[in-house]
């Protein structure tokens, strides 16, 4: 009897050893979705201020391009802030909830969408962007010859194309450093169960 106490003993101080990395994973999963919350508010005001912006930009006010134009903008604005909010998560208070499993493979999941929003809804977001804008100025150089006019679009799309490319490339090594990490951690605790 005396020898289980004593090795329940032992290994609960060794499960207590893993408290100071629980400590910094609270910090830094709440530090996460602190960062989320803002970048969704930041989308919240964008989306708006996009739309006035498209609508001041875009010549063409009373065509059917133009209305495609804004829907194409929204949408994809839309379907960023909807994925977006599903990856929220509420603020952790203590390490016992990284006693259930069920809870770190739900912010396993959710680590794992914020990172999947960088690698495919970002370049969605970016290909109706680029649709909606390319849509809308079709009626306003309508008038140009088609070498202008494909220059044009081609000139609008290589430049969204590249600030994309260099937003998401940024984006993606920011998730390597802060997400990646996180996701292992949570993986090794899970397995320790």
Do not use: C
Request: net charge positive; aromatic share 12%.
């Amino acid at each position: 009897m005396d020898q289980s106490i004593k090795s329940l003993q032992e290994l609960w101080h060794h499960k207590k050893v893993h408290l100071p990395d629980a400590d910094m994973l609270i910090t830094k999963l709440n530090q996460a979705e602190s960062r989320s919350r803002h970048e969704r508010l930041i989308l919240w005001f964008s989306l708006p201020l996009t739309i006035v912006l498209l609508m001041i930009l875009l010549p063409v006010f009373g065509s059917a391009y133009f209305l495609f134009a804004l829907l194409f903008a929204a949408f994809g604005m839309l379907m960023i802030l909807w994925q977006m909010h599903k990856t929220k998560f509420s603020k952790i208070e203590n390490d016992a909830q990284f006693n259930n499993s069920e809870f770190i493979q739900h912010h396993i999941s959710k680590l794992n969408r914020k990172m999947l929003i960088t690698s495919r809804y970002m370049w969605i977001y970016a290909f109706l962007l680029l649709a909606g804008i390319n849509i809308g100025y079709l009626e306003a150089i309508e008038n140009l010859d088609i070498e202008v006019r494909f220059l044009i679009h081609l000139t609008i799309s290589g430049l969204l194309i590249f600030f994309f490319y260099k937003a998401i490339q940024k984006r993606k090594r920011k998730n390597s450093a802060e997400l990646v990490p996180l996701i292992d951690l949570l993986k090794s605790m899970k397995n320790e169960d």
